[in-house]
């Protein structure tokens, strides 16, 4: 349990303070027990307040960002929730959006408020919603068709670290590349959730090369 | 400037339906061109070439002949319905001839008579008299012919590239667009005769991706008269047509 910064120094100087004299003694019994009250007080009401998590991390909030037409934004993140939020947030305020992601789109549904966006998943399954991971071209395909058919248009594209998997580095950098060309010629934007960690540090210089880096606290 | 007098402007041209595949041939391909689609077995030429003589029917009314020299009517039927091509639709449109039965009886009698002479020849002439017959009756514009190596193994073409020569141009002769179902050795770099005698080749073939997936591919290697992209492209059957897609 974390102390809270008034009692510290009154607790700290019982224990630090001389046993010279039974007054003294009497004294210092008297504080602890007000120092033990304060910290029981402290104990039952202050569990209402909101108290950051034990890893010491702030829980997150949407980055306040403003996403400019024909621009690509890459967000650092080891899970795609908070790109799933900077989406619904824009399509909201009236963006077309289209998904493409690793995640099933009945999960996609169920935790997001997507909308009508099409879905695609990332996915070797033969559904109907899915898109094969290797097949670069017809994602390419797809998020081109997208853009160049609909309004303020807005791509999540989730799962780049699949299609590191499932392709090679490079062959998904110049993916990247393509699809980004595809959102600056038709004004408009994409969104890219990406753990960093998932490659290494040559890897990131190719993959963030051209897009713009969110920062924020994950 | 009133218009474009350029040849081109003028020029009939039919598209494959192909998503994707029509812009990249520049528009389509050229009336009375003969067309070479090229590639190793699996890679649906026979589709493909079907395909586009369907699609011409049902959209622009286009009259078509498929002649098959290998496989059946009924088994090439049954390959194209299972694809949801409905042939009753385009019955009086797109004639199949089915002539791997003459084939078959071709075989037999020269197998008989005289096999390894020069007299292979009528064979040609009997598959010619036939196709100018089918014309007269069902005047196509789109020829499709499968195949190829069939009709130079039933044909016994002794000097190829003269005999091929003369076959294409015969069939320029016809005035419709003629598209031959060729197969291919899997090595991109050997180059047939066929490959300089035809005005354009459709090459078709497999490559293995990311060590578990296969993907058909298609580029138009070349086409006379138009100004085409030579790229390679992921070439798909999807939701009852072709399309193709970037290679990246």
Not at chain 2, 75 to 94: A, I, K, N, P
Not at chain 2, 104 to 117: N, V
Not at chain 2, 142 to 163: C, F, H, K, T
Not at chain 2, 225 to 236: A, Q
Request: charged content about 25%.
């Amino acid at each position: 349990m974390r102390v809270s910064p008034p009692l510290r120094p009154t607790v700290a100087a019982l224990h630090e303070a001389p046993l010279e004299t039974s007054a003294l003694g009497e004294y210092k019994s008297k504080l602890v027990h007000c120092g033990v009250a304060a910290l029981v007080v402290q104990f039952i009401f202050g569990r209402k307040k909101k108290t950051p998590p034990p890893s010491g991390h702030m829980i997150p909030t949407v980055p306040r960002i403003k996403m400019e037409p024909g621009s690509t934004y890459l967000l650092p993140t080891d899970k795609p929730d908070m790109a799933f939020k900077i989406f619904t947030k824009e399509i909201s305020n009236g963006a077309t959006g289209l998904i493409i992601t690793r995640l099933h789109p009945g999960e996609v549904k169920a935790r997001f408020s997507v909308g009508s966006s099409p879905i695609h998943w990332l996915s070797r399954a033969f559904t109907k919603e899915s898109i094969s991971p290797t097949n670069l071209g017809a994602v390419a395909e797809q998020i081109e068709g997208f853009v160049s058919k609909n309004n303020n248009p807005l791509v999540l594209l989730d799962g780049i670290e699949y299609l590191i998997v499932q392709n090679d580095l490079q062959k998904v950098v110049r993916f990247i590349s393509s699809v980004r060309d595809s959102v600056a010629l038709h004004s408009a934007r994409m969104v890219i959730p990406f753990n960093m960690q998932s490659v290494d540090e040559s890897g990131r210089a190719l993959i963030t090369r051209d897009l713009h880096v969110i920062k924020w606290n994950d | 400037m009133d218009g474009d007098d350029s040849p081109s402007a003028s020029m009939r041209f039919y598209k494959t339906y192909v998503q994707g595949f029509d812009e990249a041939l520049g528009g389509g391909i050229p009336k009375g061109h003969v067309i070479l689609v090229s590639g190793p077995p699996g890679t649906m030429k026979s589709s493909l070439a079907y395909n586009i003589l369907y699609q011409n029917a049902i959209r622009e009314d286009v009259k078509g002949a498929y002649l098959t020299l290998e496989q059946s009517k009924s088994s090439l039927e049954f390959q194209l319905s299972r694809m949801g091509m409905d042939m009753e639709r385009v019955e009086d449109r797109v004639q199949i001839q089915d002539l791997s039965r003459i084939r078959l009886g071709m075989e037999e009698l020269r197998g008989k008579a005289r096999f390894g002479t020069p007299a292979e020849r009528p064979w040609l002439d009997v598959l010619k008299r036939h196709i100018e017959d089918v014309k007269d009756g069902h005047p196509f514009e789109l020829l499709a012919l499968d195949s190829l190596p069939v009709l130079e193994i039933i044909s016994g073409l002794r000097e190829r590239r003269i005999n091929l020569f003369q076959f294409f141009g015969w069939l320029k002769g016809l005035g419709c667009t003629s598209f031959v179902i060729s197969e291919v050795s899997p090595d991109p770099n050997t180059v047939h005769d066929e490959d300089f005698l035809a005005d354009g080749l459709l090459y078709l073939t497999m490559e293995k991706v990311g060590g578990l997936d296969v993907y058909r591919r298609i580029r138009c290697v070349k086409m006379r008269g138009v100004n085409h992209s030579t790229g390679i492209y992921t070439l798909e059957f999807k939701e009852g047509g072709f399309k193709v897609s970037q290679v990246i």
